[in-house]
């Protein structure tokens, strides 16, 4: 999903390490400056809250803007 944000030229998309509101560790695609978060819920196409999450440690998206 991030390749294909950027492939097309979405500019403002992070991936981040988080916590959700189970207390499972899990990987979040926020664009926009965390406007949008894609697809984490199974049943919804666009949640927009960071609330349920606790944010770790960003991921590099080096390797992926490399490959574009």
Do not use: H, Q, R
């Not at 049943?43 to 490399?66: A, E």
Request: with cysteine; charged share 25%.
């Amino acid at each position: 999903m991030v390749y294909t944000l950027k492939l097309v030229g979405i500019k403002e998309v992070d991936f981040s390490l988080a916590i959700d509101d189970n207390n499972e560790e899990c990987a979040l695609v926020m664009v926009d400056n965390a406007k949008y978060i894609l697809n984490y819920y199974p049943n919804t196409v666009i949640s927009n809250s960071l609330k349920d999450f606790k944010l770790g440690n960003p991921m590099s998206m080096d390797i992926i803007n490399k490959k574009i």
